[in-house]
C-alpha cells in the first residue's frame, strides 16, 4: 500500500508541475509514477504492488468486456420477437473466502446485464446466481469461476 501513496503523491506532483488539473494530467501521472516506481522495483521489499496493478488492469478489462457483451445480449433479446433467453440459477461453489472478495465477486456479477447474484449460503462458500442466457450449467459456472471471480482473487490476494 505504501507505493501506492507514493504513486499518487508523484501523479499529484506531475499535475502540479505541469500546473493543469485534469483527470488526463492525474492519470498519465499515476502512469509516469508507476513506470519510475516499476524502474527502481529492486529497492522495495514488496513487490506485490507491480503484480497487483496489472491484474487489476485485466480485472477492469474484462469486465468492460463482459459488460458490453451482456448489454448487447439482453438488448437484442428485448428487440426481437422471439426471445433467446433460458433463464435459470446454477450454484457456485466459491474460492473467495473474506467479506471483500465475496461481496466483489457478488456485486460484480449483479452488475452485468443478465446475470444476477440471489444468495449466500451460511457457510459462505455457495453463491446462488440467476443466469438469464443458460445454456449450459457447467459452462456458466466456469465462466463466473474462471473469468470474474479468478481475476477478482488476483487482484485481491
Known amino acids: ?5 507514493i504513486n499518487i503523491l508523484l501523479a499529484v506532483g506531475f499535475t502540479i508541475a505541469l500546473e493543469s488539473f485534469t483527470l488526463s494530467t492525474l492519470l498519465m501521472g499515476l502512469f509516469i509514477g508507476y513506470g519510475a516506481l516499476w524502474l527502481t522495483q529492486p529497492l522495495y521489499d514488496d ?13 477492469g478489462l474484462f469486465f468492460i468486456k463482459a459488460l458490453f457483451i451482456s448489454t448487447l445480449k439482453v438488448v ?9 433467453n433460458r433463464p435459470g440459477i446454477i450454484r457456485l461453489t466459491l474460492d473467495a473466502r473474506t467479506d471483500l472478495e465475496i461481496m466483489l465477486v457478488a456485486n460484480l456479477i449483479s452488475l452485468t ?8 449460503s451460511e457457510d459462505r462458500q455457495i453463491l446462488y446466481v440467476h443466469v438469464m442466457f443458460l445454456e449450459d450449467i457447467e459452462t456458466a459456472r466456469q465462466e463466473i469461476k474462471n473469468g470474474l471471480e479468478r481475476r477478482i482473487l488476483e487482484v485481491l490476494r
Open 113 to 120: 446485464p443478465g446475470t444476477l447474484s440471489v444468495d449466500l
Open 76 to 84: 437484442w433479446d428485448v428487440i426481437t420477437p422471439s426471445h433467446i
Open 1 to 5: 500500500m505504501t507505493l501506492f501513496l
Open 47 to 59: 513487490n506485490r504492488y507491480f503484480k497487483r496493478v496489472p491484474s487489476f488492469i485485466h480485472l
